[in-house]
């Protein structure tokens, strides 16, 4: 388990804020005021520092176009414009863009073509053992005739 320092004690490590942010404004409808999302944030993330809504107010800034924050920090990285801000205090969830759901459509086909290959794999190595068990059962009853003769046959 990851262990994470908060207030000078250990504790679980829980999931990054942006998703504990995209799953309260989804609980919320998709938008609401800085004061709904707070609360959705209660409910459903334990622990909380004391400084926990400054993080709230900054993973939205983060992770929205809209931000100044946003614009400047994001030239060199590919983060995910996930919240709009339009109007003071009011965030919502911003609609996913065509290149995401392209993306997710193709990352989906590609594990269903990795679980294809790997069904594969366990077939071909199934059919190699089974091919091996036929070799050696030829050579069991296809060996030289004189070995398995009975005397009489022999005489």
């Known amino acids: 388990m990851?262990?994470?320092?908060?207030?000078?004690?250990?504790?679980?490590?829980?999931?990054?804020?942006r998703d504990d942010l995209v799953?309260?404004?989804r609980s919320i409808g998709g938008a609401g005021s800085?004061?709904?999302i707070y609360h959705a944030v209660e409910q459903t993330r334990k622990p909380l520092s004391k400084q926990w809504k400054g993080t709230v107010r900054c993973k939205l800034q983060q992770f929205s176009s809209d931000s100044q924050w946003w614009r400047k920090s994001n030239r060199n990285t590919n983060r995910a414009d996930?919240?709009?801000?339009?109007?003071?205090g009011y965030w919502e969830l911003r609609?996913?863009?065509r290149d995401t759901t392209e993306t997710e459509s193709v990352q989906r086909l590609e594990q269903q073509v990795a679980a294809q290959n790997q069904t594969i794999h366990d077939l071909n190595q199934r059919i190699h053992r089974l091919?091996?068990?036929?070799r050696a059962l030829r050579v069991l009853f296809f060996t030289a005739?004189?070995?398995?003769t009975s005397r009489r046959d022999r005489r």
């Open 2 to 17: 990851v262990m994470r320092v908060l207030g000078g004690k250990r504790m679980p490590e829980t999931k990054p804020w």
């Open 23 to 25: 799953d309260a404004l």
């Open 34 to 36: 800085l004061d709904d």
């Open 82 to 88: 996930l919240f709009r801000n339009p109007r003071t």
């Open 95 to 97: 609609p996913p863009s």
């Open 131 to 134: 091919e091996h068990r036929i």
């Open 145 to 148: 005739p004189s070995s398995r």
